[in-house]
């Protein structure tokens, strides 16, 4: 949706075995032969009726679509609203799982959002031939609360909602875990290792930014006023402008397209505004996906307003300003504006045509009657945290991405951030250097080698 968004998100679970294979990457991380109780170990039952036994857990459904070696199951836990308040009763959060074998290493995932359904495997848990977990982010999707606000929508509750998680599946699986997002879903990977930081064995973390002071932007200025090319970068400027001097029959093709829809601005406001945040985010949203070969394609000065409006479509996406879209992100930018903060883009060469001051706030895209609060102490808090303490965090970031003109430094035992030179947004590990890709992989199966069963 927003500025932490990934296309290219994950490999095809189809593919795994052969993936496994052909890398020379298969592990074993062999639980105990009995269960606690003497009875037999999860690989001896088939896993529906695994899953079915476990406290709070629904099966939903086993979907056939999973690739070779592979059992996809959608699944319903019962969670607190509140893990401090029983009293505030629960909620259902919805999961996946791509299970292979009990004793294979297990990777929990979260996008940070919606849960994907479609059956694909995280490049970590393809390289380890691993179960999947993913965890759908409370308050996206149908993990949503009964209350109407968001008040116990914060990085702490989600975090615990991960080690709920994380200690019921242990029974199934009692080998090693890692987990793993990237964007909004390694920030959520993040934050959970943070509070409970012995859940999993490591973390890898893809292309998620730090904003650890929410007025301080002068790092994601800069990267912008400095990414790519000086031709690539005053071209996307230039097309901003034609784009807002044209502003009249851009947004009446706009207006034209929400009517056919049968979609409305009520949350933004108009279709004015909303434009003018579309206009104002591309250039963010433009570096944060483009390739050299997309620059050779920034509108002109003599491209039609028909081309514009196509562009800005493309790369900013103008139906996420629109209610219908914007009405299932309202939680995105709740977290943005009470926790997790926001880079700004640079304005300057704008400032003549702009309408809507302060138009890409997240207070813009969250109704009036769901009161905001900023947390000064959420991020800082984190960030100390990754400095200082966090062990086994693995960083990959894109040296073209501004999502992490602000990215975390890891100090602690066995962490450090490894970079793409000229990656974007959706990098993975496979794009490093071979050097850096080989001693990734090796750290992966270091990780899972040394947590042995448990």
């Known amino acids: 949706m927003g500025v932490w968004t990934r296309r290219r998100l994950l490999t095809s679970a189809a593919s795994a075995a052969s993936a496994v294979s052909a890398a020379g990457l298969a592990v074993t991380a062999a639980g105990p032969a009995r269960a606690a109780d003497g009875g037999p170990r999860p690989a001896d039952a088939d896993i529906a009726d695994t899953l079915r036994a476990l406290p709070g857990l629904r099966l939903i459904e086993e979907r056939r679509d999973a690739g070779a070696g592979y059992r996809h199951f959608v699944l319903g836990l019962r969670q607190p609203v509140d893990h401090t308040d029983p009293s505030a009763g629960t909620f259902e959060q919805r999961l996946t799982l791509l299970h292979t074998a009990a004793d294979r290493p297990t990777v929990l995932f979260s996008t940070g959002y919606h849960a994907v359904l479609t059956p694909r495997l995280t490049e970590p848990a393809t390289l380890l031939g691993a179960n999947q977990l993913q965890v759908e982010h409370r308050y996206f999707g149908v993990s949503r609360p009964a209350d109407p606000g968001y008040a116990h929508l914060t990085i702490r509750q989600a ?121 104002l985010r591309v250039l963010f949203m433009f570096w944060q996906r483009a390739t050299p070969a997309d620059t050779a394609a920034i509108p002109g000065p003599e491209a039609t307003t028909d081309e514009l409006y196509t562009w800005l479509d493309n790369w900013a996406g103008l139906s996420l300003y629109a209610d219908t879209a914007a009405g299932r992100y309202i939680p995105y930018w709740y977290q943005i504006g009470t926790q997790l903060g926001y880079g700004d883009v640079p304005t300057g060469h704008l400032a003549d045509l702009l309408r809507h001051p302060d138009g890409i706030a997240a207070r813009n895209f969250v109704p009036r009657d769901i009161p905001m609060v900023f947390d000064t102490r959420a991020m800082p808090d984190i960030d100390r945290w990754v400095r200082r303490r966090g062990s086994r965090l693995l960083f990959v970031n894109g040296a073209q991405d501004p999502a992490v003109a602000e990215h975390f430094r890891p100090g602690g035992p066995d962490s450090r951030t490894l970079w793409v030179p000229g990656g974007n947004h959706s990098v993975d590990i496979a794009n490093l250097s071979p050097t850096d890709r080989a001693s990734a992989e090796e750290t992966l199966l270091r990780w899972v080698g040394s947590a042995g069963g448990r």
């Open 159 to 279: 975090a615990d909602d991960h080690h709920r998680v994380v200690r019921l599946f242990r029974r199934v699986y009692p080998g090693a875990w890692l987990s793993t997002g990237s964007s909004k879903g390694g920030m959520t990977s993040l934050y959970h290792r943070r509070f409970h930081p012995g859940d999993v064995d490591g973390t890898v973390v893809y292309s998620a930014p730090n904003n650890v002071d929410d007025r301080e932007d002068s790092a994601c200025l800069r990267f912008l006023e400095t990414v790519g090319t000086a031709p690539a970068r005053e071209a996307v400027k230039a097309a901003q402008r034609r784009m807002l001097l044209h502003r009249a029959e851009l947004v009446a093709r706009y207006e034209a397209w929400a009517s056919a829809s049968g979609d409305t601005f009520r949350i933004v406001g108009s279709a004015d505004k909303a434009f003018e945040i579309a206009v």
